[in-house]
T-cell receptor, first 108, second 118 residues
């Protein structure tokens, strides 16, 4: 099946800093999603982005399908951005394969 | 529109006990999924149902059974719980069969069930 790798595994930022999270995947995809898992364990959909670029407020994402990677940009980070960010992908109709996540801590 | 709901939120079982985790979605989605998340890891697929009346094994199906009761509901059963099944369980749904939709494969997750087996 598809392999999904995320980097970096851990990231500590000061409030107001910008960051880039990377997701590499091993095959062409029908679906690629970014999630934020907050400290209470809830999975929040950030982006559905099998290709192209999307923006939502301070967050944006770019997927270059031909080169099999996706990037999540967080600008002007806030303490509420803390948590774990997951990238997940699948091919065909099968369910998502998750990466191991990037744990982000934003310090005031 | 509640999205994906799961019950219970928390559960503690003794080894050997059985229980059923319930999941329901109100988005008229065709496909439903059960995942587990162990500490410090991403989610792994247990079982999925591509459409009403069908179920298939995922990456970690041993020790579990599922039932797609109708289009809305998809339950996960532990027949004889083991400590290795201590985890957080997430249910998800997507509208995968309508592939002409630009967002056909986007999955939406429930709040999770935290299960401890002692």
């Amino acid at each position: 099946g598809i392999q999904v790798e995320q980097s970096p595994p851990d990231l500590i930022l000061q409030e107001g800093a910008n960051s880039t999270l990377r997701c590499n995947f091993s095959d062409s995809v029908n679906n690629l999603q970014w999630f934020h898992q907050n400290p209470w364990g809830q999975l929040i959909n950030l982006f559905y982005i099998p290709s192209g670029t999307k923006q939502n407020g301070r967050l944006s994402a770019t997927t270059v399908a031909t080169e099999r990677y996706s990037l999540l940009y967080i600008s002007s980070s806030q303490t509420t951005d803390s948590g774990v960010y997951f990238c997940a992908a699948h091919t065909g109709r099968r369910a998502l394969t998750f990466g191991s996540g990037t744990r982000l801590q934003v310090q005031p | 529109n509640a999205g994906v709901t799961q019950t219970p939120k928390f559960q503690v079982l003794k080894t050997g006990q059985s229980m059923t985790l319930q999941c329901a979605q109100d988005m008229n989605h065709n496909s439903m999924y059960w995942y587990r998340q162990d500490p410090g890891m991403g989610l792994r697929l247990i079982y999925y149902s591509a459409s009403e009346g069908t179920t298939d094994k995922g990456e970690v199906p041993n020790g579990y059974n599922v039932s797609r009761l109708n289009k809305r509901e998809f339950s996960l059963r532990l027949e004889s719980a083991a400590p290795s099944q201590t985890s957080v369980y997430f249910c998800a749904s997507s509208d995968s069969l309508r592939e002409t939709s630009a967002r056909a494969y986007e999955q939406y997750f429930g709040p999770g069930t935290r299960l401890t087996v002692t």
